[in-house]
């Protein structure tokens, strides 16, 4: 049931998944499998994103998982499966990395980062580790702001509805974000970026 | 336009949608036009970023299912169903509604009794400040107790509008307590749950 590589989970929302939705609700927890195993990858993704951490990223994907199918039964596909998985996902992720930044900030302790998907270029690897490196020294609400932004198809209003704040205060965090990214990347890249 | 302006059009982010100002001026001053060209190269290496997906942990799915197979979810499932019934079927027999009207219709048919009641058992309540100075006294609290006795006693002998208003006074201090209690018991089962 793996998607093919390249293909977004929301672009097969096909007749397929809404029988698996449809299964599911009935409680057929096989029909429940596929679907977790469809958008497994950019849920665990997104988690990753905002915490950092690969251990807690999985236990919140997971989470996340089993209140889906909790809730499953309520689903009447007002949005796709995969928006409404992602807000689950993303809501949990950023209350995790409010708590874990309390923590952290005590414990002075990181876990690192798997690296992505390995780019086919060494310049871009480096890049890719730079950025990322720069993505991290970002605040929780911002990190979660940018990366929801970018899952969300660049609307303000979605990261704002999923992470329940108003959008000027998105506006702000990725304002901010934006700000610090581009000092750091004028800083790292110089005249060659 | 000048070169802070345009610097936070670039903070904005909508690079795709510089207005005609901001790229004249970029055409006319280099320092911006590496400062667009370098946003622009950080959108791609961002975009790049958050389009690939790393590898998930092996086994994620079956661990999954375990937890949903295993009961975790099943208990609560029942209350995500749509329900059956229309929605002025299920108001006349939410237990909420049924129980608000009958109070309601109690109220009305019992309210001076129970005013009345309400209003003696607010006056037994009056005698609490006895019971507690006595027993600050016991736990060695002798000057607590009389500054306590003294102020609660003072609003036993007031009249009800008095007394009522003292009630609204102190409601929110107690629910302020409530809330940092509840913060506080949150915050511990949060940091047990995080480790």
């Known amino acids: 049931m793996t998607l093919p590589p390249g293909v977004r989970p929301e672009a097969a929302g096909t007749a397929d998944e809404r029988r698996l939705i449809a299964q599911a609700q009935a409680g057929d927890t096989a029909a429940f499998r596929a679907l977790v195993e469809r958008h497994q990858a950019r849920a665990h993704a997104l988690a990753l994103r905002i915490l950092r951490s690969a251990s807690d990223a999985e236990e919140v994907a997971q989470d996340a998982f089993v209140r889906v199918w909790t809730a499953l039964p309520g689903f009447r596909g007002e949005s796709t499966f995969a928006t409404w998985l992602y807000r689950i996902v993303a809501r949990r992720a950023f209350d995790r990395a409010q708590v874990l930044k309390n923590r952290r900030s005590r414990e002075r302790q990181d876990e690192q980062l798997p690296e992505p998907a390995t780019p086919e270029k060494r310049e871009d690897t480096l890049r890719a580790a730079k950025l990322q490196e720069m993505i991290a020294r970002l605040s929780p609400a911002q990190r979660a702001s940018v990366t929801l932004y970018y899952y969300e198809g660049r609307s303000v209003e979605e990261v704002a509805h999923v992470l329940g704040m108003p959008e000027n205060t998105v506006k702000t965090h990725l304002l901010r974000a934006r700000a610090a990214l581009r000092a750091a990347w004028t800083h790292e890249m110089g005249d060659e970026a | ?195």
Do not use: Y
């Open chain 2, 1 to 195: 336009m000048n070169c802070l302006e345009f610097e936070r059009l670039l903070d904005e982010g909508e690079l795709e949608r510089l207005p005609e100002a901001a790229l004249a001026h970029a055409r006319s001053c280099e320092a911006c036009a590496r400062s667009l060209a370098r946003a622009r190269s950080l959108e791609r290496a961002l975009e790049a970023h958050f389009s690939s997906v790393p590898e998930v942990p092996a086994g994620f799915a079956d661990r999954v299912m375990v937890r949903v197979e295993r009961g975790e979810a099943r208990g609560v499932r029942w209350l995500a169903l749509p329900s059956a019934l229309p929605w002025w079927t299920r108001v006349a027999f939410e237990p909420g509604v049924v129980l608000a009207l009958a109070t309601l219709a109690l109220f009305v048919w019992r309210g001076n009794r129970w005013l009345a009641g309400a209003h003696a058992a607010w006056n037994a309540l009056s005698a609490a400040p006895e019971w507690v100075h006595s027993g600050l006294l016991a736990v060695g609290f002798g000057p607590l107790a009389d500054l306590l006795s003294r102020a609660l006693a003072s609003v036993g002998a007031a009249p009800v509008p008095v007394q009522f208003g003292v009630a609204l006074g102190v409601a929110p201090l107690l629910a302020a307590i409530a809330w940092l209690a509840w913060r506080a018991g949150e915050r511990l089962v949060a940091t047990a749950g995080a480790r």
